[in-house]
Each structure stands twice: as structure tokens, then as C-alpha cells.
């Protein structure tokens, strides 16, 4: 790469979060990147604007918890300085322990970043060919790459790609929630301690008629849907239901630690509305993503007491998205392994989640830097969430059965000494990726890729 050391210029495909991520942290370190974002001239089937990194499913990533999975891998991101979590602080709205975002504050703060970095150029143009595009490249496009594109990446591969059902929950006017019934509260106390969340009680009855009209309503089926999962942590209410009845009180509908204070109790079902924006003008329906018709969305939501009046400033839909079988078809570093400087980043990859998708951006600019600059490839450790995440989509058992994850303790490496406490075993855990994670950041190569 004796030519690249003199232009320093790497390609980037795509503005979504991984793709604007490892934009930004490539030209921190010095590299012009050349950025290419398509919807200036083409739209997804899910995207509603043009501007980079938008949200377009939940406007959440995800707890903040600091023993937890989610929580780990931020705390690692904000180590490596993160421009995406910065904008999503500086959007943030109240969401109890988790990390949410006003969408349109958001996306503009990035779109703002990107453009206004003086080391990247913004290209508005789809890509239809990878053997046009100079290299290094990063192909970040996401699950709903352009069709042509998508094309020539089987291609590339010499296989179908994979596939699962991506769905939108629906966006609720908060001048339409009745407050004479839900009531504002965060699961347990555990938020702001203002009341993050709008809480909509059922009691058994009402259950029992909502759960009916899911099963009876009229859903919006894929040609191919027999062939194609979703994945469950983003799983239409209908599917759920198609599992038991008892499932959504199990789930999104959970209603253990949200005491009605008209009543003294907690309901028999409870569904919590999330802030989605600063002003606190729309909320969405946490964990409602639905495929059924619109108007059989209107008419079965607003049997959900509470929201009788509903007013939907955005409904549920669906949509297909694509995934490479990372661990048959790219090396550990993210590159394809049919051409070494070809990287691919964000969901693409197999991760699940905004924040897992972003990360995989952030690690992907590490990579290419300490390939151009011939020092060896150090992923992060395998404690770390980030390596476990990384191992997770790369390792080459899984590849007979490949499916998207998102971070999780299973993902963690088991402690060296057995711990019967389950909350100390994950304390230990946490603690043990924060130290080795420290380390690795001050010296990659102190955990060279095995």
C-alpha cells in the first residue's frame, strides 16, 4: 500500500451509523475518507429523510445499566471516543436506564460532524460496484443495501445472502394519551426519577380481548416469510403472541414493577410508551414492532387503555433485511476474505442493535489503521465486549447456523474460577473487561489475534 501512505484516502459506502462512525474516527486519525450516501437520489423502503445515521426502527441503545452487556460496550465505545455516542447524549430524552434519543436531533447532530469534518468529502451517489471503488473501502450499507449493490456483493461471495424480518414499532402524539388512566413511572424507580415512561394498564379481561384481535387481525406478509426469521429481539407482537397468549405479559407487556397509583398494584398487563423526541411530543410503543395492516393497527391499539384517542404520528411496518455470513466469509479484522483490503461494517455483519452496528464501524477504522501503518492485527480482548461481540460474528463454528446477535453476558467468556452468585459472577465480569479493555487500548498489542 506505498501508493496509499501518499493520498491517505479511504472509502467509505454508506451514512448510517457504522458507516458515519468509522468515518469520523478515520479522519481523527489523520485519513481523508471519501463518504458515500445514497438517499439523496434513492430512498429505503424504512428511511424518511436524508440525513446521516437516522433511526429509523427505535429511538433507544439500549441500557445504561453498568452491569450489563449494553452498558460494557458503551463504556468500551466512550473509551475510544465514540462520536456516535456523543450525539446520542447530546439527543438524549428520559428512558429510565436506557439510552434514549430524540431522532431528529439526533441524526442532525451527526449529518453535522460528518459534513463539517474538514477530512471528509461527501459524496452523493449510489454504488452499484465494488470493483469500481478504490481501496481500502468499507462497505457499511446496512440491511437495506441498494439492490444493485446487494448484487454485486453474492457476487463477490459466491453464495445468497442471508435474510430476516426487520419491524417498526408505531409513534403515539403524546396529546392523545389519556391521563386520566396511564399514569408516568419507570420500571422499579430505576429512571430519572421523574417518571420516564407512560404506563397504560390492562386488566385481565381487556388482555384477553387485545390478544384476540391480534390473532384475528390482518397482517402484511412477505412473499418469502416462510424462508426468513426475525430476530427476537426485535419480534413482531404477533409473532410473539403465536408462541402463547401469556407471551406479551411476559414481554414488552410485563407489568411487574409498575405499581397504577390509583390502584395500589401493578396491572395485569402493562404497555409503556418511551419519550421519542426532547419536547416530549411523541412517544413510541416499547417493544410493540408490528407487521399487521394500518388499520388494523389504529383500531386494535386504541383498544389499549389509555390510548383510546390515540393520534399515530407513525404507524408499524416491516421490512427485509440482509446480512453476510460473517463467519464463512470475512476474515476476523471484518475484510472479505475473497480480498483483504474490501472491510464491511455495521449490521451487515451480523450484529444486531444500533449501538453493536456503530461499534462495528468504530473497530472496523482500528483495523484498517493498524493495517496500513503494518502493525499487526490486535483485536480487542476477548473479555471486552467488543471482542466477545467480534468473536461472536467471526468464529467459524457458527457459520452452519449463523444468526444475528446483539451483546449479551452469554457472549462473555466464562470467569477462569467458578462463581455460583450470578450477580457477583457478572460484577466480576464487568470488572475484568474494563481491566483488560484499559489495557488493550493503551497497548493493542499486549492481545494479539490468536
Same mark, same amino acid.
Given at each position: 500500500?506505498?501508493?496509499?501512505?501518499?493520498?491517505?484516502?479511504?472509502?467509505?459506502?454508506?451514512?448510517?451509523?457504522?458507516?458515519?462512525?468509522?468515518?469520523?474516527?478515520?479522519?481523527?486519525?489523520?485519513?481523508?475518507?471519501?463518504? @458515500?450516501?445514497?438517499? /439523496?437520489?434513492?430512498?429505503?423502503?424504512?428511511?424518511?429523510?436524508?440525513?446521516?445515521?437516522?433511526?429509523?426502527?427505535?429511538?433507544?441503545?439500549?441500557?445504561?445499566?453498568?452491569?450489563?452487556?449494553?452498558?460494557?460496550?458503551?463504556?468500551?465505545?466512550? &473509551?475510544?471516543?465514540?462520536?456516535?455516542?456523543?450525539?446520542?447524549?447530546?439527543?438524549?430524552?428520559?428512558?429510565?436506564?436506557?439510552?434514549?434519543?430524540?431522532?431528529?436531533?439526533?441524526?442532525?447532530?451527526?449529518?453535522?460532524?460528518?459534513?463539517?469534518?474538514?477530512?471528509?468529502?461527501?459524496?452523493?451517489?449510489?454504488?452499484?460496484?465494488?470493483? /469500481?471503488?478504490?481501496?481500502?473501502?468499507?462497505?457499511?450499507?446496512?440491511?437495506?443495501?441498494?439492490?444493485?449493490?446487494?448484487?454485486?456483493?453474492?457476487?463477490?461471495?459466491?453464495?445468497? %445472502?442471508? @435474510?430476516?424480518?426487520?419491524?417498526?414499532?408505531?409513534?403515539?402524539?403524546?396529546?392523545?394519551?389519556?391521563?386520566?388512566?396511564?399514569?408516568?413511572?419507570?420500571?422499579?424507580?430505576?429512571?430519572?426519577?421523574?417518571?420516564? #415512561?407512560?404506563?397504560?394498564?390492562? &386488566?385481565?379481561?381487556?388482555?384477553?380481548?387485545?390478544?384476540?384481535?391480534?390473532?384475528?387481525?390482518?397482517?402484511?406478509?412477505?412473499?418469502?416469510?416462510?424462508?426468513?426469521? +426475525?430476530?427476537?429481539? !426485535?419480534?413482531?407482537?404477533?409473532?410473539?403472541?403465536?408462541?402463547?397468549?401469556?407471551?406479551?405479559?411476559?414481554?414488552?407487556?410485563?407489568?411487574?414493577?409498575?405499581?397504577?397509583?390509583?390502584?395500589?398494584? #401493578?396491572?395485569?398487563?402493562?404497555?409503556?410508551?418511551?419519550?421519542?423526541?426532547?419536547?416530549?411530543?411523541? #412517544?413510541?410503543?416499547?417493544?410493540?414492532?408490528?407487521?399487521?395492516?394500518?388499520?388494523?393497527?389504529?383500531?386494535?391499539?386504541?383498544?389499549?387503555?389509555?390510548?383510546?384517542?390515540?393520534? +399515530?404520528?407513525?404507524?408499524?411496518?416491516?421490512?427485509?433485511?440482509?446480512?453476510?455470513?460473517?463467519?464463512?466469509?470475512?476474515?476476523? /479484522?471484518?475484510?472479505?476474505?475473497?480480498?483483504?483490503?474490501?472491510?464491511?461494517?455495521?449490521?451487515?455483519?451480523?450484529? =444486531?442493535? #444500533?449501538?453493536?452496528? *456503530? !461499534?462495528?464501524?468504530?473497530?472496523?477504522?482500528? %483495523?484498517?489503521?493498524?493495517?496500513?501503518?503494518?502493525?499487526?492485527?490486535?483485536?480487542?480482548?476477548?473479555?471486552?465486549?467488543?471482542?466477545?461481540?467480534?468473536?461472536?460474528? *467471526?468464529? =467459524?463454528?457458527?457459520?452452519?447456523?449463523?444468526?444475528?446477535?446483539?451483546?449479551? +453476558?452469554?457472549?462473555?467468556?466464562?470467569?477462569?474460577?467458578? =462463581?455460583?452468585?450470578?450477580?457477583?459472577?457478572?460484577?466480576?465480569?464487568?470488572?475484568?473487561?474494563?481491566?483488560? +479493555?484499559?489495557?488493550?487500548?493503551?497497548?493493542?498489542?499486549? %492481545?494479539?489475534?490468536?
Amino acid at each position: 500500500m506505498t501508493n496509499f501512505t501518499q493520498n491517505k484516502k479511504i472509502t467509505v459506502v454508506g451514512a448510517g451509523l457504522a458507516g458515519s462512525e468509522c468515518a469520523l474516527q478515520l479522519a481523527d486519525m489523520g485519513y481523508s475518507v471519501v463518504l @458515500y450516501e445514497m438517499r /439523496d437520489k434513492t430512498m429505503t423502503p424504512a428511511h424518511k429523510t436524508h440525513k446521516f445515521a437516522e433511526l429509523v426502527c427505535s429511538n433507544s441503545f439500549g441500557t445504561m445499566g453498568e452491569v450489563s452487556g449494553p452498558g460494557q460496550l458503551k463504556w468500551e465505545a466512550k &473509551n475510544l471516543n465514540s462520536h456516535i455516542l456523543q450525539a446520542a447524549y447530546e439527543a438524549q430524552v428520559p428512558a429510565g436506564q436506557a439510552l434514549g434519543m430524540d431522532r431528529e436531533v439526533f441524526s442532525q447532530i451527526v449529518t453535522d460532524k460528518v459534513k463539517n469534518h474538514p477530512r471528509i468529502e461527501v459524496r452523493n451517489d449510489v454504488v452499484t460496484s465494488l470493483a /469500481d471503488l478504490p481501496r481500502p473501502a468499507v462497505i457499511a450499507t446496512g440491511p437495506l443495501t441498494h439492490e444493485a449493490l446487494a448484487e454485486e456483493m453474492r457476487k463477490h461471495f459466491g453464495d445468497e %445472502f442471508l @435474510y430476516f424480518f426487520d419491524a417498526i414499532a408505531p409513534i403515539i402524539d403524546a396529546d392523545s394519551i389519556n391521563a386520566d388512566i396511564a399514569w408516568k413511572a419507570d420500571r422499579w424507580d430505576k429512571g430519572t426519577g421523574e417518571g420516564d #415512561y407512560w404506563n397504560c394498564p390492562m &386488566n385481565k379481561e381487556q388482555y384477553d380481548a387485545f390478544i384476540a384481535e391480534i390473532v384475528a387481525a390482518r397482517k402484511i406478509e412477505p412473499k418469502d416469510f416462510e424462508k426468513t426469521s +426475525f430476530f427476537e429481539g !426485535c419480534m413482531p407482537i404477533e409473532t410473539m403472541v403465536e408462541r402463547g397468549p401469556q407471551t406479551l405479559r411476559f414481554g414488552p407487556m410485563k407489568p411487574v414493577g409498575l405499581d397504577n397509583p390509583r390502584t395500589g398494584r #401493578y396491572a395485569y398487563a402493562t404497555v409503556q410508551l418511551r419519550q421519542d423526541n426532547k419536547e416530549g411530543t411523541a #412517544y413510541n410503543m416499547v417493544g410493540f414492532q408490528t407487521r399487521m395492516a394500518y388499520g388494523e393497527q389504529t383500531r386494535i391499539f386504541r383498544m389499549i387503555p389509555g390510548l383510546e384517542n390515540a393520534e +399515530f404520528l407513525k404507524l408499524g411496518s416491516i421490512h427485509r433485511n440482509l446480512f453476510i455470513n460473517s463467519p464463512k466469509r470475512l476474515n476476523k /479484522d471484518l475484510s472479505s476474505k475473497n480480498d483483504p483490503w474490501l472491510f464491511f461494517a455495521g449490521q451487515i455483519t451480523g450484529v =444486531e442493535g #444500533y449501538f453493536e452496528s *456503530t !461499534c462495528m464501524g468504530l473497530l472496523v477504522a482500528h %483495523f484498517i489503521n493498524q493495517k496500513l501503518n503494518d502493525r499487526p492485527f490486535c483485536p480487542p480482548p476477548r473479555a471486552s465486549a467488543m471482542g466477545s461481540l467480534l468473536e461472536a460474528i *467471526t468464529d =467459524e463454528t457458527r457459520a452452519d447456523h449463523f444468526q444475528p446477535t446483539n451483546i449479551n +453476558f452469554g457472549l462473555l467468556p466464562p470467569l477462569a474460577e467458578k =462463581e455460583r452468585d450470578k450477580v457477583v459472577k457478572k460484577q466480576k465480569q464487568i470488572a475484568l473487561a474494563q481491566q483488560q +479493555f484499559s489495557v488493550w487500548r493503551q497497548n493493542p498489542e499486549a %492481545f494479539p489475534s490468536l
